[in-house]
């Protein structure tokens, strides 16, 4: 008697942990429950995956959805929808928000926002605060919730903690992982005059190297005197690599895709303040330590860094200009693109988007393609290629920082907990996301 599932998906060439190789991929009450040859095989829904590469769904463990507080700029609905266009099936979403998401009340008003109006499963940060100190070993622990984020520089929203006693504390607060935007307040407002009105080629000169280097040298030592696990966000120079690998008993990080594929001065002097993001883009020397670091495995993650802004916030006078960019719709086409183009291979593409991310930090059934795992997948032409242009975006924002960038690589369709919600550039199926599910800390 032939096996039956809910979909099928037949002669995909599949990511699985062994391998890249032809196989079909049943699914039951939205699991992975067979790869292998399934030619006897019976379903209600089929997709034909030949010639296509059918990939772990990606995890963006990076994106600021913008709500509540901005929604002229993102919400939760174009948000996900971008992401689904994008191959993404799951993200985490970043705590400076207006108001920051901070307590209790706070995180369960973005699940409740969240529970009919997310495209893709999601998880949201709880932001460090002085004033939240206390509740953070407790907040981290909700259900939905994906850790903890604190900010020690200054950016987008009122979140910071910049104070060596205050971030020890935290550090101190709580055993899951936490996320850092490392930065050092002290020297950001002791070089805010090196910001040359009108000229977004002064960014990185303003946060530079050692704004970085001496943020992250300082939380790295805390956090091993704390004894907390930490996960460096948006790294951006040569200088910080060496001192998270020295720190590896404790330390993860997290690369973002502008910073693998912008660079200084050249994309300032192309797109002005629209290249412009905190941490910075830096230049090629920088660029480049962060591809070796990729490909010598040092780098865990990679991630959008998904911070959409309206127009208007661009287009003003620098520094008075917002910082970034939009980017969990492109992740997958221009991580892609630089597999196409031999920067790195397909396989490490898939552990630093879908296995790295659940490894980092717990994610439970996500990730890999194997049975009992969450059947989310991006489905994946490696040999399409197209242009990427501001009227494909889905974000609120309506542009992007590649607009008409030319890549090779590109979903095709997005599988959410085994049902297509995305196909042909087009989303298939009203919101359905969940909250992610952590495994125990």
């Known amino acids: ?13 599949c990511a699985t942990p062994s391998g890249i190789a032809a196989a079909d991929i049943g699914v039951r009450d939205g699991r992975i429950a067979a790869i292998g040859n399934l030619g006897s095989a019976k379903a209600p829904e089929m997709f034909d995956a030949r010639g296509l590469h059918v990939l772990p769904g990606i995890i963006d463990t990076h994106v600021h ?3 509540p507080g901005h929604l002229e700029k993102e919400d939760m609905e174009t948000g996900s929808t971008a992401a689904l266009l994008g191959g993404v099936t799951s993200v985490f979403e970043m705590p400076n928000t207006n108001p920051p998401t901070t307590t209790r009340a706070l ?4 699940l409740a926002r969240a529970a009919e109006r997310m495209h893709c499963d999601h998880a949201f940060y709880v932001g460090a605060s002085r004033e939240n100190i206390g509740a953070l070993a407790e907040l981290e622990q909700l259900p939905g919730v994906a850790g903890v984020k604190a900010f020690l520089g200054s950016s987008t929203g009122t979140l910071l903690l910049d104070k060596e006693d205050a971030i020890l504390q935290a550090l101190k607060a709580g055993r899951r992982r936490m996320a850092v935007h490392s930065e050092d307040e002290a020297r950001l407002r002791e070089r805010a005059k090196l910001a040359m009105p009108g000229d977004p080629r002064t960014h990185p000169v303003w946060r530079d190297v050692e704004t970085a280097t001496r943020s992250t040298e300082r939380v790295l030592k805390l956090a091993q005197a ?22 590896r008993d404790i330390a993860t990080v997290e690369a973002a895709v502008p910073h693998l594929t912008l660079a200084a001065p050249e994309c300032y002097e192309k797109l002005g303040t629209y290249a412009q993001i905190n941490p910075p883009i830096r230049d090629a020397r920088h660029q480049g330590a962060l591809w070796r670091a990729v490909n010598d495995g040092l780098i865990d993650v990679v991630g959008s860094d998904h911070a959409p802004h309206n127009r208007a916030d661009k287009d003003g006078i620098y520094p008075q200009t917002a910082s970034g960019m939009p980017g969990v719709q492109t992740l997958a086409t221009i991580m892609l693109d630089h597999v196409h183009r031999g920067r790195l291979t397909l396989e490490r593409f898939v552990d630093l988007v879908s296995a790295g991310p659940a490894r980092v930090f717990g994610i439970a059934g996500k990730g890999r393609m194997a049975d009992g795992f969450d059947a989310d997948f991006a489905i994946i032409d490696l040999a399409a290629r197209r242009r990427i242009e501001n009227r494909w975006i889905a974000s609120r924002c309506g542009w992007t920082a590649y607009d008409g960038m030319e890549t090779t690589g590109w979903p095709v369709a997005t599988i959410l907990r085994g049902a297509v919600v995305m196909r042909d550039g087009a989303v298939a199926l009203p919101p359905r996301g969940l909250k992610l599910r952590f495994n125990a800390a």
């Open 1 to 13: 008697m032939s096996e039956s599932f809910d979909l099928l998906i037949r002669r995909g060439m």
């Open 65 to 67: 959805f913008r709500e």
């Open 226 to 247: 704390a004894g907390r696990p930490l996960h460096i966000l948006h790294v951006t120079s040569a200088e910080e690599l060496p001192l998270i690998a020295a720190a």
């Open 107 to 110: 995180v369960e008003d973005k």
